[in-house]
């Protein structure tokens, strides 16, 4: 089975929330639960959804490709978001991505050789004026990084994947 019983459990509660003829509402938030048990989108997980909500699974990939929270290929056990808009660009968040870069020896879209550690880009995050932002697993967000917060995040995470 690509997802457990209580991932289904909680799609069936999203599902609840429209009306029989949209259950396709629900795509968004049941690739949230899909995501979050497997750490990313398989096609065979996309697959699953379709049938399971009842649309085309080429429906499911496109809302899966096209926003910036779905993982569409495996990630790092930590994805960190670094915002690059421009307001956070021209705030520190060109500065903060480089030292993050430096920091885990990857660049954007790439993974940590431990599988520890994905780094990408993201669109504004509705935070500008706390710049530089970044997200956490799409789900932390981290405001105001400067260097020794970078580094005190990225040593916390650490500890965390132990």
Avoid at 13 to 36: G, N, T, Y
């Amino acid at each position: 089975m690509v997802l457990s019983e209580q991932a289904f459990k909680k799609i069936d509660r999203e599902l609840a929330k429209f009306p029989a003829d949209q259950r396709q509402s629900a795509v968004m938030a049941a690739l949230a639960i899909a995501q979050d048990e497997t750490g990313w989108i398989s096609p065979d997980v996309m697959q699953t959804l379709a049938d399971y909500i009842g649309m085309p699974a080429v429906a499911v990939q496109e809302v899966a490709t096209f926003y910036n929270m779905y993982n569409t290929k495996p990630v790092g056990k930590f994805k960190i978001t670094v915002c690059t808009n421009l307001p956070c660009a021209l705030s520190g968040g060109e500065r903060a991505a480089h030292h993050l870069k430096q920091k885990l020896g990857i660049d954007y879209k790439e993974t940590t050789a431990d599988g520890q550690f994905t780094l990408v880009e993201g669109e504004c995050m509705g935070a500008c004026g706390d710049a530089p932002v970044m997200l956490v697993n799409n789900k932390r967000m981290c405001s105001f990084m400067s260097n020794e917060k970078i580094d005190g995040l990225v040593n916390e995470l650490k500890e965390a994947g132990k």
